[in-house]
């Protein structure tokens, strides 16, 4: 059975910064790809950025371009998502996922690409 375990949330300030991780096991994780959404209160879950079961491709949102940085370590089944200069437009639950399909090249920003998901992690940004 597959589980991801996001940590590393919490309160910042506009213009700080932080680095969640997503913990994965019950299937080999580099085979897949991982991707981070958010979801605020009273909107739709959405897209933050992704990573490819190889690390060569990456895809962002417009509105994290530049300020955040999704990378992996298959070595320790993680994947971690950096968030720097981060705005109050950032408070959201995030959550990790992981891709449906062993050796996809894409890095996916559609939910329905994956098919496992983790229990999220608030993160509060205050002005």
């Known amino acids: 059975q597959v589980q991801l375990v996001e940590s590393g949330g919490g309160s910042v300030q506009a213009g700080g910064s932080l680095r969640l991780s997503c913990a994965a096991s019950?299937?080999?994780?580099?085979?897949?790809?991982m991707g981070w959404f958010r979801q605020a209160p009273g909107k739709e879950r959405e897209f933050v950025a992704a990573?490819?079961?190889?690390?060569?491709?990456?895809y962002y949102a417009d509105s994290v371009k530049g300020r955040f940085t999704t990378s992996r370590d298959n070595a320790k089944n993680t994947a971690f998502l950096q968030m720097n200069s981060l705005k109050p437009e950032d408070t959201a639950v995030y959550f990790c996922a992981q891709g449906a399909k062993p050796f996809s090249m894409n890095a996916d920003s559609r939910k329905d690409d994956y098919d496992y998901w983790g229990q999220g992690t608030q993160v509060t940004v205050s002005s």
């Open positions: 019950g299937r080999t994780f580099r085979l897949y790809a």
């Open positions: 990573i490819n079961w190889s690390g060569s491709n990456l």
